[in-house]
């Protein structure tokens, strides 16, 4: 349900393959987690200015948990992408098989369905918070908490937009959009192997995971399906189950599925 009422998206679904960009433009600013990364980014705001006001917090130490939060958000993203998001244990247990389905599968088996492409808040929002909580928590106390928080939130909102822009067929006038794009895109397309960030490849670099030419990577069987396939679907079926079976036991892709 949306904050502010009912949205396109109470009606229909989106398709970043079939969206202009201003048509994009509408669907993030009426989605509803982004309507609540909204209201929670006043809230901390709001939080943030009482600190100083009222509480005498040390603007330097909000500067230091929001240069922090800045900085540890990118090699927080790559862990939890690589080894969360592309590891091979959360769709082993039925319990935890809807979840990868929801968080990672459905994107890259139709990587254009925005519905998937944006993060699940009730995922996203405890990972932010459990993150930047604790690091603004350390270094200045409750009102830095809040302001580490707050860039989190922050910085999440930018990530969405810029992975929408990487999946839209626009070509952006900005050379570091054009960047992260074609990077992005070759991990949807050539290898998912790699290429892990979204905004920020320096983790990629640092872990070698980094590859800037697809035309010098091995291009993987595996990047629709992340690995979920085969003897695997059979011996953990129940993201299987959930999402529809071809003929020959793999995953139908959504793209098929919606048309």
């Given at each position: 349900?949306?904050?502010?009422?009912?949205?396109?998206?109470?009606?229909?679904?989106?398709?970043?393959?079939?969206?202009?960009?201003?048509?994009?433009?509408?669907?993030?600013?009426?989605?509803?987690?982004?309507?609540?990364?909204?209201?929670?980014?006043?809230?901390?705001?709001?939080?943030?200015?009482?600190?100083l006001?009222?509480?005498?917090?040390?603007?330097?130490?909000?500067?230091?948990?929001?240069?922090?939060?800045?900085?540890i958000?990118?090699?927080v993203?790559?862990?939890?992408?690589?080894?969360?998001?592309?590891?091979?244990?959360?769709?082993?247990y039925?319990?935890?098989?809807?979840?990868?389905?929801?968080?990672?599968?459905?994107?890259?088996?139709?990587?254009?369905?925005?519905?998937?492409?944006?993060?699940?808040?009730?995922?996203?929002?405890?990972?932010?918070?459990?993150?930047?909580?604790?690091?603004?928590?350390?270094?200045?106390?409750?009102?830095?908490?809040?302001?580490?928080?707050?860039?989190?939130?922050?910085?999440?909102?930018?990530?969405?937009?810029?992975?929408?822009?990487?999946?839209?067929?626009?070509?952006?006038?900005?050379?570091?959009?054009?960047?992260?794009?074609?990077?992005?895109?070759?991990?949807?397309?050539?290898?998912?192997?790699?290429?892990?960030?979204?905004?920020?490849?320096?983790?990629?670099?640092?872990?070698?995971?980094?590859?800037?030419?697809?035309?010098?990577?091995p291009?993987?069987?595996?990047?629709?399906?992340?690995?979920?396939?085969?003897?695997?679907t059979?011996?953990?079926?129940?993201?299987?189950?959930?999402?529809?079976?071809?003929?020959?036991?793999?995953?139908?892709?959504?793209?098929?599925?919606?048309?």
């Open positions: 349900m949306a904050l502010f009422g009912r949205t396109p998206w109470s009606d229909r679904k989106y398709f970043l393959d079939k969206m202009t960009l201003r048509e994009l433009v509408w669907a993030y600013v009426t989605y509803p987690a982004i309507q609540a990364y909204g209201l929670l980014s006043l809230v901390g705001l709001a939080v943030v200015i009482q600190g006001t009222a509480w005498g917090t040390s603007a330097s130490a909000l500067a230091v948990a929001v240069a922090a939060t800045i900085l958000y990118p090699v993203w790559y862990l939890l992408h690589r080894f969360v998001l592309h590891g091979r244990w959360l769709y082993r039925p319990q935890t098989a809807a979840l990868w389905k929801r968080i990672h599968f459905d994107h890259h088996q139709d990587p254009h369905d925005l519905g998937v492409l944006f993060g699940a808040l009730s995922t996203t929002l405890p990972t932010i918070l459990a993150v930047t909580i604790p690091l603004g928590w350390l270094i200045g106390g409750p009102t830095a908490a809040a302001a580490a928080a707050t860039t989190g939130i922050v910085t999440t909102c930018f990530y969405e937009f810029c992975h929408c822009i990487q999946h839209l067929p626009f070509t952006p006038k900005w050379a570091f959009l054009r960047r992260i794009k074609r990077h992005h895109l070759a991990h949807h397309f050539h290898s998912e192997q790699g290429n892990y960030g979204i905004t920020n490849f320096f983790w990629d670099r640092v872990f070698g995971t980094f590859y800037p030419d697809a035309k010098q990577f291009r993987s069987e595996t990047v629709f399906n992340l690995g979920y396939t085969g003897a695997e059979a011996r953990f079926p129940w993201v299987a189950l959930l999402s529809g079976l071809a003929a020959d036991g793999s995953p139908v892709p959504r793209r098929v599925r919606r048309e």
